[in-house]
T-cell receptor
């Protein structure tokens, strides 16, 4: 009964393709996030979203777009994939914008070839 | 958010207490100290947080100095499963939409 679940766990795709990563949380949290962890292991926030507001990290290319069909889901769409997009992507959720209550998913390892 | 400084790596023998230091000399009065950890190939996991008093939960203890410029996370009886990267984060509670800022953390290796 995973609290924050991501699919797929692994994704290998060619440059130029468009792909999506799905995220679902069953915690009843109001806010969801996407983080990227690159090869140097730095974790950086990409998006924060609740039902009122989307906050985008200004360094994220507009090829990346979050889509939230409802409060429990925040999917990540990536267009025109590039080699540099290869990373592990983590979804997370929290109640409001809380810090202590962050729950992370197990990650999606994206490899662009 | 205030910046934190942690050692890059530490070793600890299994069964002993692991003490992980963190410096946060520019911490503001309303900022909390949070600890998360990331076990290999998993998402980060919340451990504990505190403002100025020492805190303890089922996972760890957090000791914050009186001037709040540094803190120590204590894992009282480390096991091999505690091998992970530990992140010390300073932030106001409720923090805002720009999420957690993770530094490089401390890679704690528990030796059998």
């Amino acid at each position: 009964d995973t609290a924050v679940s991501q699919t797929p766990k692994y994704l290998v795709t060619q440059m130029g393709n468009d792909k999506s990563i799905k995220c679902e949380q069953n915690l009843g949290h109001d806010t969801m996030y996407w983080y990227k962890q690159d090869s140097k292991k730095f974790l950086k926030i990409m998006f924060s979203y609740n039902n009122k507001e989307l906050i985008i990290n200004e360094t994220v290319p507009n090829r990346f777009s979050p889509k939230s069909p409802d409060k429990a889901h925040l999917n990540l769409h990536i267009n025109s994939l590039e080699l540099g997009d290869s990373a592990v992507y983590f979804c997370a959720s929290s109640q409001d914008w809380g810090v202590a209550g962050y729950t992370f998913g197990s990650g999606t390892r994206l490899t662009v070839v | 958010d205030a910046k934190t400084t942690q050692p890059t790596s530490m070793d600890c023998a299994e069964g002993r207490a692991a003490n992980l230091p963190c410096n946060h000399s520019t911490i503001s009065g309303n900022e909390y100290v949070y600890w998360y950890r990331q076990i290999h190939s998993q998402g980060p996991q919340y451990i504990i947080h505190g403002l100025k008093n020492n805190e303890t939960n089922e996972m760890a203890s957090l000791i914050i100095t009186e001037d709040r410029k540094s803190s120590t996370l204590i894992l009282p009886h480390a096991t091999l499963r505690d091998t992970a990267v530990y992140y010390c984060i300073v932030r106001v509670e409720g923090g805002g939409a720009d999420g957690l800022t993770f530094g490089k953390g401390t890679h704690l290796i528990i030796q059998p």
